[in-house]
């Protein structure tokens, strides 16, 4: 009777194969757990710029609408209407209602710092008068809000209208502050905790119908102005 050789797998080529198998499949763990870590990262990446995006259209939206309503008297008699240095700015502007009790406000944008570093934070409180000294101030009680950490450096700019009738350069300081200024800039550098980039904010205060001539030429003339240099840079 002949004996016939038993089919079947080797004990070597069954852990060849289970082998390969466990490389195959920690490629494809590996690859997923890389797509699902991107995926992640660019969810991240995307709700950083949307935060940034709604900070920069709410400072933009609030410094544009200034108002040139008096905040207060100095010691002078002087009724100023817009402060501004490098480390923040404080005017009246209208407050839409979803941020709070609608109608003239005090606002205050401002850079400041902790032991973290530096932030930026937001504080508004209802507009008074002051006649009554007993009156409540709103601004006053108001506490800040945080709108952005993880900030290097930062600092605030703005260009007035000089004496000549004309836009000044950009300054640090806010010199005349019973007249609005032409523009503001909040130039923001992040730190390397931060997801995104501040992108340069510049603004444009809204003229209204009660503004002057001067102010308005002085307005076309900026924008003029920086069409040249654009002009000039493109060539």
């Not at 400041?112 to 570093?117: L, R």
């Not at 904010?201 to 924008?223: F, M």
Request: net charge negative; proline share 3%; charged share 25%.
């Amino acid at each position: 009777m002949v004996n016939q050789r038993q089919q079947g797998f080797t004990l070597l080529e069954v852990i060849v194969v289970f082998t390969l198998l466990a490389m195959i499949f920690a490629m494809i763990f590996s690859g997923l757990d890389s797509g699902r870590r991107t995926a992640e990262k660019g969810e991240k990446r995307i709700t950083s710029i949307n935060e940034m995006r709604v900070i920069q259209n709410l400072i933009r939206r609030q410094v544009s609408r200034a108002m040139a309503i008096g905040i207060e008297e100095n010691d002078k008699g002087q009724i100023a209407k817009f402060y501004g240095d490098s480390n923040g700015i404080t005017f009246i502007s209208m407050m839409p209602g979803y941020l709070g009790n609608s109608g003239p406000h005090i606002q205050r944008i401002e850079l400041a710092d902790d032991k973290d570093g530096r932030f930026l934070q937001y504080k508004h409180g209802v507009y008074s008068n002051f006649d009554d000294e007993d009156e409540h101030n709103g601004f006053d009680d108001a506490e800040p809000i945080v709108l952005m950490e993880h900030i290097e450096d930062g600092q605030f700019a703005f260009v007035e209208m000089g004496e000549d009738g004309e836009p000044t350069e950009w300054v640090s300081e806010i010199e005349n502050t019973q007249t609005m200024p032409l523009m503001v800039q909040l130039d923001i550098k992040m730190d390397q905790e931060a997801k995104e980039s501040w992108p340069l904010l510049q603004i444009a205060l809204q003229v209204d119908a009660d503004s002057s001539y001067g102010r308005r030429r002085g307005v076309r003339n900026l924008i003029n102005n920086s069409r040249e240099i654009q002009g000039k840079e493109k060539q």
